[in-house]
């Protein structure tokens, strides 16, 4: 670990998954992250950094371009 504890409603970077998600929980030594747009929620023991704000637009910009062609993230 990277000594980085988030709170809870945080963006962080999930650097196992190399993915970008919200902190809801943390579990013993598991945190529960789920993709910005909504979604199934994924468990990681990390290591978790804040998402950066490039990260965070490069997400925002995916869910909006998948909403513009009426998926459903």
Known sequence: MNGYSPQIGEVVW????????RVMDR?????????LGGGREWDTNGPLRPATASEQLSADVSLANARSRGESP
């Open 14 to 21: 999930d650097e196992v998954t190399r993915r970008i998600g």
């Open 27 to 35: 579990v013993s030594a598991r945190w529960q992250l789920r993709p």
